[in-house]
């Protein structure tokens, strides 16, 4: 069997369910791993630097969302591979890959400089304080370098969208483990605090970065070629136009947190401060575990996509949206049943915080399956290149509903309203985009039977 028909049996041929779980789990396991290993690295700075630690790492949270957001930015590479694959045309999604990691290579750059020169005065602008600044400035001294590597190995989903979710995964949980054993010998072992978390993770994201950009080198299906790593304007563009959405929501996403921190902070202190660190790395959990299940339905959407097969993929779609609902039903359900052990995790022996945390904490999560749902169709919208639908969705979250509401709702219930404030975002908005979803996959059903009429005539 020749690698194009291998790819053509994974997307196409196999049954819904079977083809989801075969790349979803994968993906899923990946990045869950992934997540585990941030717990760690929290769990770890939490026994050295307590809740001054935990308030240092809420700061520095928003920091690396912006990191992240760039990243996201060149999730566009893999999903117009993905299609170009789908159509058969191997030469093109080969140019793509190439002068993608030349881009993406170039901002990380230019990046990494912007943020060396101007990190004090980005964390004040976080709200680092005399208290935390020192840590805050301690941990980013080596994520701020670790930002090229970072985005060469986010093209780690480009291996799931060209058939191998399994070594994707195997990339993942790689760094996961590597970065926790570093962590336990940097922190535990030779005391090098906060710090060594940071260089804990340079390392293991270096070695992986450089494992994946191997791979590509050495890839029968998909190869990275140096003659096709140069400017393209035109891939750039659509790179950028897929990307966009997944740009603007983490963009929106650090906002969200910075103005969380600050009316957290104004209404409750540092104690509200130390628990929004604890609280956003228990959400970033739940949302992580999403994200990895729909990069891998992604891939399966974007690839039947461009093969035409419109059916498939709103089978994918509706089957995605119930594995997604269900699972992370379970997640919330256990993070709310057993909040006081979450909370406590993170930090030694401080009772006010572990109380603050865990009252704060059902507040915030009660409704985070409608998060999960939201995030699964907006998935479909990045997937077929609606770009436009899926930012506009991003925005209404987050600028229409989320920072409104926390302003004022806060206003009326302190605290309190500042955790409400999500609830009540997640529900709006997974109502809305569920509707519309739902319009957009019944156009390309008519669509679609409507070109197969015209062919036939």
């Given at each position: 069997?020749?690698?194009?028909?291998?790819?053509?049996?994974?997307?196409?041929?196999?049954?819904?369910?079977?083809?989801?779980?075969?790349?979803?789990?994968?993906?899923?396991?990946?990045?869950?791993?992934?997540?585990?290993?941030?717990?760690?690295?929290?769990?770890?700075?939490?026994?050295v630097?307590?809740r001054?630690?935990?308030?240092?790492?809420?700061?520095?949270?928003?920091?690396?969302?912006?990191?992240?957001?760039?990243?996201?930015?060149?999730?566009?590479?893999?999903?117009?591979?993905?299609?170009?694959?789908?159509e058969?045309?191997?030469?093109?999604?080969?140019?793509?890959?190439?002068?993608?990691?030349?881009?993406?290579?170039?901002?990380?750059?230019?990046?990494?400089?912007?943020?060396?020169?101007?990190?004090?005065?980005?964390?004040?602008?976080?709200?680092?304080?005399?208290?935390?600044?020192?840590?805050?400035?301690?941990?980013?001294?080596?994520?701020?370098?670790?930002?090229?590597?970072?985005?060469?190995?986010?093209?780690?989903?480009?291996?799931?969208?060209?058939?191998?979710?399994?070594?994707?995964?195997?990339?993942?949980?790689?760094?996961?483990?590597?970065?926790?054993?570093?962590?336990?010998?940097?922190?535990?072992?030779?005391?090098?605090?906060?710090?060594?978390?940071?260089?804990?993770?340079?390392?293991?994201?270096?070695?992986?970065?450089?494992?994946?950009?191997?791979?590509?080198?050495?890839?029968?299906?998909?190869?990275?070629?140096?003659?096709?790593?140069?400017?393209?304007?035109?891939?750039?563009?659509?790179?950028?136009?897929?990307?966009?959405?997944?740009?603007?929501?983490?963009?929106?996403?650090?906002?969200?947190?910075?103005?969380?921190?600050r009316?957290?902070?104004?209404?409750?202190?540092?104690?509200?401060?130390?628990?929004?660190?604890?609280?956003?790395?228990?959400?970033?959990?739940i949302n992580?575990?999403?994200?990895?299940?729909?990069q891998?339905?992604?891939?399966?959407?974007?690839?039947?996509?461009?093969?035409?097969?419109?059916?498939?993929?709103?089978?994918?779609?509706?089957?995605?949206?119930?594995?997604?609902?269900?699972?992370?039903?379970?997640?919330?359900?256990?993070m709310?049943?057993?909040?006081d052990?979450?909370?406590?995790?993170?930090?030694k022996?401080?009772?006010?915080?572990?109380?603050?945390?865990?009252?704060?904490?059902?507040?915030?999560?009660f409704?985070?399956?409608?998060?999960?749902?939201?995030?699964?169709?907006?998935?479909?919208?990045?997937?077929?290149?609606?770009?436009?639908?899926?930012?506009?969705?991003?925005?209404?979250?987050?600028?229409?509903?989320?920072?409104?509401?926390?302003?004022?709702?806060?206003?009326?219930?302190?605290?309190?309203?500042?955790?409400?404030?999500?609830?009540?975002?997640?529900?709006?908005?997974?109502?809305?985009?569920?509707?519309?979803?739902?319009?957009?996959?019944?156009?390309?059903?008519?669509?679609?039977?409507t070109?197969?009429?015209?062919?036939?005539?």
């Open positions: 069997m020749s690698r194009t028909e291998g790819i053509e049996k994974s997307f196409e041929k196999n049954g819904t369910v079977g083809t989801i779980l075969k790349f979803s789990i994968p993906s899923s396991v990946g990045t869950v791993v992934g997540m585990l290993c941030v717990l760690t690295d929290r769990y770890f700075i939490g026994q630097a307590g001054a630690g935990m308030s240092a790492v809420a700061i520095v949270f928003p920091y690396a969302m912006i990191i992240n957001s760039i990243n996201f930015l060149f999730a566009g590479i893999a999903i117009n591979v993905g299609i170009k694959l789908g058969k045309k191997k030469e093109t999604a080969e140019k793509i890959l190439g002068s993608g990691f030349f881009w993406l290579t170039l901002i990380g750059g230019i990046l990494t400089i912007f943020l060396a020169v101007f990190n004090r005065e980005i964390l004040v602008g976080f709200g680092a304080t005399g208290e935390n600044m020192g840590y805050a400035l301690e941990y980013t001294r080596f994520i701020i370098p670790v930002v090229i590597f970072q985005m060469i190995l986010g093209q780690s989903t480009v291996i799931r969208g060209i058939g191998d979710p399994v070594t994707a995964m195997g990339v993942n949980i790689f760094t996961a483990l590597l970065n926790v054993v570093l962590d336990y010998l940097f922190i535990i072992k030779w005391n090098m605090g906060i710090g060594g978390a940071s260089l804990a993770t340079f390392i293991a994201t270096v070695l992986s970065a450089l494992y994946v950009v191997i791979y590509f080198l050495k890839s029968e299906t998909l190869r990275l070629k140096f003659s096709h790593m140069k400017p393209n304007l035109f891939i750039l563009k659509d790179i950028i136009k897929i990307g966009s959405p997944r740009f603007y929501n983490q963009l929106l996403q650090s906002l969200l947190v910075i103005v969380t921190n009316k957290a902070g104004m209404y409750g202190g540092d104690i509200a401060t130390a628990a929004i660190g604890i609280i956003s790395i228990v959400r970033n959990f992580t575990s999403m994200m990895g299940f729909n891998g339905t992604a891939a399966i959407i974007s690839y039947n996509y461009g093969a035409g097969k419109v059916s498939r993929v709103k089978e994918v779609v509706k089957v995605q949206i119930k594995i997604v609902a269900t699972i992370s039903t379970i997640l919330v359900l256990t709310l049943l057993f909040t052990f979450y909370s406590g995790f993170f930090v022996d401080d009772v006010e915080l572990i109380k603050f945390t865990s009252e704060a904490m059902r507040l915030n999560l409704m985070m399956t409608f998060t999960a749902i939201f995030l699964s169709c907006n998935n479909f919208f990045q997937a077929i290149k609606d770009s436009g639908t899926a930012s506009k969705f991003f925005i209404l979250r987050i600028l229409g509903l989320n920072i409104p509401l926390i302003y004022l709702l806060s206003y009326f219930f302190g605290a309190k309203g500042v955790w409400l404030a999500f609830p009540v975002a997640d529900t709006v908005s997974a109502f809305l985009i569920i509707g519309y979803t739902k319009v957009k996959l019944t156009e390309l059903v008519k669509e679609k039977k070109e197969d009429r015209g062919e036939n005539l």
